[in-house]
């Protein structure tokens, strides 16, 4: 499916590391800020920079959101999102 290529190849970019690389496990990614994640990447392989729809197509092919176990605790920095299938 071309949503599948379309992640593998965002994921896989060494361009887009800095919003999107694969975890050490190398079975989950991880998005680092959003905001940015929508203005910068997902223009590039989408007609959208919608987060929320990126989101949705995801778990359409399996891929869920890792829950954060630092939820709660206060964080500095931008928000992180994993996500593994």
Known sequence: PAFVLKLWNMVNDPKNSAHI???PDGLSFQVVG???FEKT???KYFKHSNFSSFVRQLNMYGWHKVQD???GAMQSGEETWQFKS
Request: aromatic share 8%; charged share 15%; glycine share 0%.
């Open 21 to 23: 690389n694969w975890m």
């Open 41 to 43: 990447v997902l223009p």
């Open 69 to 71: 176990v630092t939820a």
């Open 34 to 36: 959003r905001e940015q």
